[in-house]
């Protein structure tokens, strides 16, 4: 029985790409620390803005700065191989009846990890 040169290609080649699967040849690792870091920046910007919208009413500014982004790997969990933590310095003025302004300064800070089935930051809430 004689067998084309076609079919001996295709099992050769199939061969080959089970033996490359099987030999640790993977798809991506994973988001870069760079890519991580501009996705952590964008959350921060978000809280930012959305922290510093008050309602008039209530005469209280507040000013919220971004003090600080830590990042670090975490390297044996695939699914959530980044933890960060946005660092925010917040100061509010409140004018009372009298027209008096009372400054009160806090620190503030949220942590989040990176989630790679959804590719993005994902907020933890801090233990009790």
């Given at each position: 029985m004689r067998t084309s040169p076609t079919v001996g290609t295709a099992v050769f080649a199939l061969a080959l790409a089970l033996a490359l699967a099987g030999c640790g040849a993977r798809g991506?690792?994973?988001?870069?620390?760079?890519?991580?870091?501009?996705?952590?920046?964008?959350?921060?910007n978000s809280l930012k803005q959305d922290g510093e919208k008050l309602d008039p009413v209530l005469r209280v500014k507040a000013t919220w700065t971004v003090e600080g982004l830590d990042i670090s790997e975490r390297p044996n969990?695939?699914?959530k191989p980044w933890a960060g933590t946005i660092r925010f310095s917040i100061k509010s003025e409140t004018r009372d009846t009298d027209g008096k302004v009372v400054t009160d300064e806090f620190k503030k800070?949220?942590?989040?990890?990176?989630?790679?089935?959804?590719?993005?930051?994902?907020?933890q809430m801090p233990p009790e």
């Open positions: 991506p690792k994973g988001p870069t620390r760079e890519a991580v870091t501009a996705s952590l920046q964008q959350e921060a969990d695939p699914d800070r949220f942590d989040y990890v990176y989630t790679t089935s959804v590719n993005r930051w994902i907020f």
